[in-house]
């Protein structure tokens, strides 16, 4: 059989081929010292006339492709340098553990987030990677002038993930990459923490992008994002909640008023501590709340929508002013309570008023309008819009009862 | 010759990881766009609409047990007309397949492998679907069975973990609000279920075909259940405003969905690794169909000669639609296309096969050909 002498050969290349797809790698393949890990980025609003200097043309050309003329935003990232962070909480690779080493700030500008990070892209060489991304700030400017730009470009992109943190600063936003708080060596990662722990010790609502986005879209509901400053020590301070009619900033609550929304909404673990002054500025206490619970109700009284919240708190008495007040009395701890109760009207009604003045309804009343009386809401609300003018000749009924459990070690 | 193996459990796993598919992805926004906050009611009507029909089909089949779809359907219309049908058949469930394999390429490219070319990822779905429907019914229904706990298991995990972050006030007013909206949603849902259609296919080697309906019924509640709880999960986590503004939500709630202890903080790769295996099993159960009903309509004793003949066309189909909102337009009316073949002509055929007094023989266990 001499003719056949190359059918071995052929076997063998065809065994050959079938080995072929097993020696190939991923099409996507992208090592990790290739990608730039964005980790936190910043958006300033900036005026047209300086950035257009200093932007090079590159989503855009005079001429053929011209830029949106809508306003331009300075965009900073923190860009984690591969080997320099540190693993775990002990030493590891020689990091010296201060923030400016770890990561690389860099900033651009660009008449829109995407133009900004593509001329960012011309600059660094790895790839922009968001998968890792934890915290966006944009400044007060900025939220003003309205966030759909942002909300658009981090909803399409599947790398960004519905647990990062969006931020509202006060002033620029660009410090906060810059910073370097010393407690982590991530400066963005200790940004996140301060937000992370503020919803573990009951200072701060569950406010992650994802859950900012829902908000916004909902109909009987506005957004509010966290309202952050600089302070000393290059530190970070939530000042309140920066509050939206869609997507645009309307106001700013107080950094207490957190604690009320906190209380309309029931949240769990509670940890906003206040004074009650008993008879005179001398005879303060200051109390601290455990726990909160909420019931909202709603009726629809002459086509006008109104609601009764009962709130209920409970406190511990963590602090007196002077020995004047004592408290081994049941009877005291009572007026205390009352005293409190009709503080904390005041102080519930006063917030709900200064959000109706804005028609921004952070608390998302127009939802139980919408969930409990639908016929109303189709007949006389139908939109947002609808709901946001309606949302300002709502009535509301604020009960709050509280009950002092404990109050430390001291016996008085 | 083999003899009748599959049993009750195998069928109902069949019609299980056939129904559970790509269309879990975009299920939510069908079922949002149709009702607002009564989506999981919505869903429930078309899962109630997709029962009807699979009860008429398993009925009709279960009165021929030893024919096939193709056989019968000569039986009780005549040649001809039967032969219209059965291509009809043929063309819907090649197009099912190509539109669930391009379906499938664009999830991928959009959200993972975003420089691999589509063309790439539909390929190698479809050559591993065809690589697999070259074996007989039996394996098939072994294949299916293997995969069933697995497609299971994490979609009942990431709903019930995403009950973390639910607010039941998304699910109120739970009727929606326009009722005219809801019967085209109901056909769009209710067009998810129509690789049931595969049963057909099952009836004529299964062990016992009097015990069918048990299978169907199973394999549809369990499927349909699990579709109304995705639903639920993913409105109430988002509300049903949110949910108008993403492609995919379920992969957005995956997304949004951590262990507990923050094992993972998001587990849209997890439930995209089990996804593939989802889609391969819906994709290998209308591809299977597509080249069983063509041998059986050409009267061959085998059907893998079809299985590589079949690929290029099935592959062109897939590269037809130019954009992503072009397919979901495409998928949605071939879906509702396709209810008239897969619901409403076999009903058809069960009255006149009643009116005709056609049966075929109740003669159970006797010794069939599995390829046939």
């Known amino acids: 059989m001499r003719i056949k002498w190359w059918i071995p050969i052929v076997k063998a290349i065809c065994c050959l081929c079938l080995v072929v797809p097993f020696l190939t790698g991923c099409w996507d393949r992208l090592e990790i010292e290739e990608r730039a890990v964005v980790l936190g980025v910043s958006i300033d609003a900036v005026s047209s006339d300086d950035a257009n200097e200093e932007e090079d043309e590159v989503s855009h050309i005079s001429g053929s492709i011209p830029a949106p003329s809508k306003g331009m935003v300075r965009v900073a990232v923190q860009i984690a340098l591969p080997g320099r962070i540190p693993l775990g909480p002990g030493e590891g690779g020689g990091g010296k553990g201060s923030a400016g080493e770890t990561v690389w700030v860099i900033d651009v500008v660009g008449h829109s987030i995407d133009d900004a990070f593509m001329n960012l892209q011309q600059q660094v060489s790895s790839k922009l990677f968001f998968g890792h991304l934890r915290v966006i700030v944009v400044s007060e400017k900025l939220a003003r002038r309205g966030l759909e730009n942002v909300n658009d470009y981090f909803r399409r992109n599947p790398e960004v993930r519905r647990m990062a943190w969006l931020m509202v600063a006060k002033g ?241 | 010759m083999e003899s009748r193996q599959i049993t009750v459990i195998q069928a109902a796993a069949i019609l299980v990881s056939t129904i559970i598919g790509v269309g879990v992805l975009a299920l939510p926004l069908f079922a949002v766009q149709a009702a607002d906050s009564g989506a999981p009611l919505v869903t429930m009507l078309g899962v109630l609409l997709a029962v009807i029909g699979l009860v008429l089909v398993t009925l009709l089949s279960m009165r021929f047990p030893n024919h096939t779809f193709i056989q019968y359907s000569e039986l009780i219309i005549g040649k001809s007309l039967a032969r219209i049908g059965s291509v009809l058949i043929i063309i819907f469930f090649s197009i099912l397949t190509s539109l669930t394999a391009r379906e499938f390429g664009e999830v ?206 099935v592959f062109v189909t897939a590269m037809l639609p130019q954009n992503i909102v072009q397919m979901y337009e495409i998928i949605e009316s071939v879906g509702r296309i396709g209810l008239y073949i897969t619901i409403v002509y076999p009903t058809l055929l069960l009255f006149i096969s009643i009116l005709r007094k056609k049966r075929g023989n109740p003669i159970a266990n006797q010794m069939v050909d599995p390829n046939r």
Do not use: C
């Not at chain 1, 959000?355 to 006389?380: L, S």
């Not at chain 2, 063309?119 to 679907?129: D, F, S």
């Open chain 1, 172 to 412: 620029n936003a660009i410090k906060f990459m810059t910073a370097t708080p010393q407690l982590e060596r991530v400066p963005a990662l200790y940004l996140m923490s301060t937000l992370d722990e503020g919803i573990r010790m009951g200072k701060f609502p569950k406010d992650y992008i994802g859950i900012f986005w829902s908000n916004v879209s909902k109909k009987g509901q506005e957004g509010f994002l966290p309202y952050v400053e600089m302070k000393k020590e290059q530190n970070v301070g939530i000042i309140g909640l920066a509050y939206f009619n869609d997507a645009k900033m309307v106001g700013a609550t107080k950094p207490l008023e957190i604690a009320g929304y906190l209380g309309v909404k029931g949240v769990n673990p509670a940890g906003y501590r206040v004074y009650i002054q008993l008879d005179g500025a001398q005879e303060s206490v200051m109390t601290n709340a455990t726990h909160r619970r909420s019931k909202i109700k709603v009726s629809i009284i002459d086509n006008v929508p109104q609601f009764t919240i009962d709130i209920a708190i409970e406190l511990n008495l963590e602090a007196k002013l002077n020995e004047n007040v004592k408290i081994n009395d049941p009877r005291i701890l009572q007026s205390i309570e009352k005293k409190q109760e009709g503080l904390s009207v005041l102080f519930y009604s006063n917030l709900i008023k200064k959000t109706q003045v804005k028609g921004a309804d952070i608390f998302g009343f127009g939802e139980y309008v919408r969930a409990f009386k639908p016929q109303f809401w189709h007949a006389h609300v139908k939109t947002a819009e609808g709901w946001r003018s309606m949302y300002k000749e709502s009535k509301f009924e604020v009960k709050v009862s509280l009950k002092i459990r404990r109050i430390g070690m001291k016996a008085q």
């Open chain 2, 108 to 313: 991928v490219v959009t959200s993972v492998l975003r420089s691999t070319p589509v063309e790439v990822t539909v390929i190698v779905m479809l050559l591993l679907a065809a690589i697999s429907t070259r074996n007989n019914i039996i394996t098939f229904a072994y294949i299916h069975t293997f995969y069933f706990p697995l497609l299971l298991v994490p979609v009942l995990l990431i709903a019930a973990l995403s009950l973390k972050n639910a607010e039941v006030i998304n699910l109120l007013p739970v009727w929606g609000t326009d009722p005219k909206k809801m019967l085209k949603g109901m056909l769009t849902i209710a067009a998810l279920f129509q690789g049931t259609f595969v049963l057909t296919a099952v009836i004529p080697a299964m062990k016992k075909p009097s015990k069918a309906m048990k299978a169907s019924l199973w394999g549809i509640l369990i499927a349909g259940g699990l579709y109304v709880i995705i639903v639920a999960a993913a409105v109430s986590v988002f509300g049903s405003e949110e949910i108008k503004q993403l492609l995919w939500p379920t992969l957005e709630l995956a997304k949004a969905t951590s262990l507990p202890a923050n094992i993972l903080e998001r587990l849209d790769a997890a439930f995209l690794a089990v996804w593939v295996t989802a889609v391969f099993t819906t994709l290998f159960s209308s591809y299977y169909l597509t080249i069983y009903f063509i041998s059986h309509l050409f009267r061959l004793r085998e059907h893998k000669q079809f299985s590589y003949f079949l690929l290029p066309f």
